[in-house]
Nanobody, 124 residues
Framework: VQLQAFGGGLVRAGDSLRLSCAAS????????AGWFRQAPGKEREFVAA????????YYADSVKNRFIVSRDNPKNIMYLQMSSLKPEDTAVYYC??????????????????WGQGTQVTVSS
């Protein structure tokens, strides 16, 4: 499965932005799909995840109530709607897919397939 993330850009604090992650050469079906981010000098961190088969999404505390992860099953695309963006949200955002279970959903090692990343920069 090849994943491609896009939709990043430069925005101001308080703005919104929507990221997309498209799968090709395979589907998200049967996998957990997630978003991670990595800021300069920091480790990659979990942002959000959702099981493609259904169920509620999971979020990092830092983005809860501001970010929404959703999926378009027929189009095989995952979205991350980001609102009330803050400068500390600045990072390269990656999408991923894998057989992550609830207890491992927040760990990057649980995901087998990764997109190339898209830069999100939030100015103050």
């Amino acid at each position: 499965v090849q994943l491609q993330a896009f939709g990043g850009g430069l925005v101001r604090a308080g703005d919104s932005l929507r990221l997309s992650c498209a799968a090709s050469g395979g589907t998200f079906s049967g996998y957990t799909a997630g978003w991670f981010r990595q800021a300069p000098g920091k480790e990659r961190e979990f942002v959000a995840a959702v099981r493609w088969s259904g169920g509620r999404p999971y979020y990092a505390d830092s983005v809860k109530n501001r970010f929404i992860v959703s999926r378009d099953n027929p189009k095989n695309i995952m979205y991350l709607q980001m609102s009330s963006l803050k400068p500390e949200d600045t990072a390269v955002y990656y999408c991923a897919a894998g057989n992550a279970i609830l207890s491992s959903m927040h760990t990057s090692g649980a995901y087998k397939y990764w997109g190339q990343g898209t830069q999100v920069t939030v100015s103050s």
